[in-house]
């Protein structure tokens, strides 16, 4: 049984950019409690008059300890999401609360193939079960797609391109594609999930996180394809983001 | 008050005497949503005022459109904490749909397509003080502001002004709303801060 | 603008305020038309003036969360019934 939540207060341990426009945020925050890959945060900043913000951010990475990791996508005009990136620095404080969410998750005892659908900043939860795997030494075998503007709007680039026995990646650009990429650029289709996924007999769990308009055109794909609804796990990120 | 963390500042600006307690000034427009927002076609919109004996009058487009405009320039304030200075407005004042419709009721319950009702008391739609609006800063009032009309009373909190406005039902005993019924105040007074039940 | 709502999974801090157990988990009931599923995979609309989750399948409100300052107002009642997978 798990406790009320309640604020803790987090400090930044060190961040690092992964593109242009976010970064990982590394914080430590005394009494973290550990989380299931695939949760999320609350964040919320208070200024000196009292005036708060407060944002949601999936958890990135296994926890170490007392340690966590959110990676963050600015949003023009946004309130929260352009202090993370821009402003806060080590030792500066905020406040998080969690972890939450217990639908969204992959959990390392599940041995069931999975398929993991990104679109844009909606690879973190899915990079956290990619690492929860890793660090677990599961076998199960996992599939992402991860669809993406272009090439410099990689997450995690360097990672995600050393091999990984049982990981396979195909990467959907949209708007440009490296030279020699076979794929012309557009939005992801039936075609990239048929080659990319797992066959809708293999029973895979299907995990799908994104914009909105996104998420919901995977999820019509992967029905299309015939994965039954309750084996489609989904997770938008929405309009109040920032 | 929880933890500051260094240099956040937020979205807001510094407000002045002009606002209400607790409010910031915006320059944007916010858009709260509850839920999908409605699209009516102008050819199947109606106003309708439904009194407590049973009696409804009604407008369509071309009727509402008939009615003698106005063009208020008033301050609003959000429940959220923002305001918004100096917006101006097209409509019907709700004066000119009272003018024959017969009550005694004391109370009003708005309602809107998609579902959306709020009540306030009778009094605070009339004397000049309320509108049925369709034009924004000039433009056609777009379907996320509340397009094709929505209410406009604001002395109140901005979620009395109900967007996408259908009817107006006149009762005997008080009926809360959407936000009401949820915690919100039942009255609503900016100035007065009123906007948690018990406020 | 194609993106208004967020899903249920925006439900898990804010009821983690109030329930001891992970409520977007748990499977509901529609109280209007019958649906049932994961609290994860409403439409949730907000967070401001408050949190609308409504039925994927009908759109009706199955439950409202205002919070105010020391006070939460929870309404349940577009909601027949919650599942919840409780250890024991």
Known sequence: MRRRLVWRAA?????????????????DVPGWPGHVAGQHV????????????????????????????????????????????????????????????????????SKAPVVLVGGGSGIVPLMAMIRARRQAGSRAPFRLLYSLRDQDSRYFAAELRQPEAGLDIAYLYTRATPSGAARPAGRITLADLAEGGWPADFEPD??????????????DLLLALGHPPERIRTERFGPTGG | MGIVSRGFRGRRREGGDELPPGQYLVEDFPVLSAGPTPRVPLDRWEFAIDT?????????????????????????????????????????????????VESAAEYALVYSYGGYTTNLPLEELLDGKA??????????????????????????????SAKWVRGIRLLNEDSPGVWETAGYHNYGDPWREQRYEGD | MTAEHLDG??????????????VTAAIG????????????????????????????????????????????????????????NIPD
């Open chain 1, 11 to 27: 400090r930044l341990h060190e961040s690092r950019a992964e593109t242009a426009t976010a970064r990982t945020l590394v914080f």
């Open chain 1, 42 to 109: 609350d964040v919320r900043l208070t200024a000196d008059d009292g005036y708060t913000a407060q944002r949601s951010y999936s958890l990135a990475a296994p926890a170490d300890g007392e340690r966590i990791e959110l990676t963050v996508e600015t949003v023009p005009d946004g309130e929260v999401s352009p202090y993370l990136n821009e402003v806060v620095e080590p030792g500066d404080q905020v406040e998080i609360r969690g972890p939450v969410g217990g639908w969204f998750v992959w959990r390392p005892e």
């Open chain 1, 206 to 219: 299907c995990y799908v996180c994104g914009p909105t308009g996104f998420v919901e055109a995977a999820a």
């Open chain 2, 52 to 100: 407590e004996d049973g009696q409804t009058h009604r407008w369509s487009w071309q009727e509402f459109m008939a009615l003698p405009m106005q063009t208020p320039t008033v301050d609003i304030h959000c429940v959220t904490k923002w305001t918004k200075l100096g917006t101006t407005w097209e409509g019907v004042s709700l004066d000119v749909f009272f003018e024959d």
């Open chain 2, 131 to 160: 509108w049925i609006v369709h034009s924004f800063d000039g433009e056609e009032l777009e379907p996320r502001h509340g397009g094709p009309a929505r209410l406009l009373v604001p002395h109140l909190y901005f979620w009395k």
């Open chain 3, 9 to 22: 999974n925006a439900l898990a801090g804010p009821l983690g305020e109030i329930f001891a157990v992970d």
């Open chain 3, 29 to 84: 009931r529609c109280a209007s038309c019958g649906l049932t599923g994961p609290v994860a995979a409403l439409r949730v609309y907000g967070p401001e003036p408050g949190l609308v989750a409504r039925c994927p399948g009908c759109e009706e409100v199955v439950l409202r969360l205002v919070r105010g300052p020391g006070t939460a107002w929870l309404d349940l009642r577009g909601t027949v019934s919650l599942r919840l």
